[in-house]
């Protein structure tokens, strides 16, 4: 699933300016955590991880476990800065109204598996 596919189906909001991240990139992994360690080691390189966690670590995360795009769910959006620091770093990111277990549900509907059914 592309990423704009993903934003488009799941009626996600964009947080960084078009033209910051690859919206054409493919996704077919995810993670979900509010627990930034666990996100490092477990979240799929060029994967999408879905949190509430909205501050700048979640960026650093992000870039060093190479994630393709972060989905802040239940309404959390993250700062400007935040919002920034992801455009310069090339992250995409999308908020939803949904709730984490929600955006989850509706990834793995459309194809997109936790890193363990990858590796399996």
């Not at 770093?89 to 459309?110: C, K, M, N, Q």
């Amino acid at each position: 699933m592309k990423l704009s596919d993903m934003a488009r189906e799941l009626t996600l909001e964009r947080l960084t300016p078009e033209g910051a991240a690859d919206e054409e990139r493919d996704v077919t992994a995810g993670h979900a955590s509010d627990l930034l360690s666990d996100v490092l080691a477990h979240a799929p390189r060029g994967g999408v991880l879905v949190t509430i966690q909205v501050h700048m670590n979640v960026i650093a995360v992000a870039l060093h476990a190479e994630l393709a795009a972060v989905v802040f769910a239940s309404g959390m959006v993250p700062a400007d800065e935040v919002r920034a620091k992801a455009a310069e770093e090339g992250i995409a990111l999308y908020a939803s109204s949904a709730s984490a277990f929600d955006v989850v549900g509706r990834l793995y509907a459309f194809g997109v598996r936790g890193a363990e059914a990858r590796r399996g």
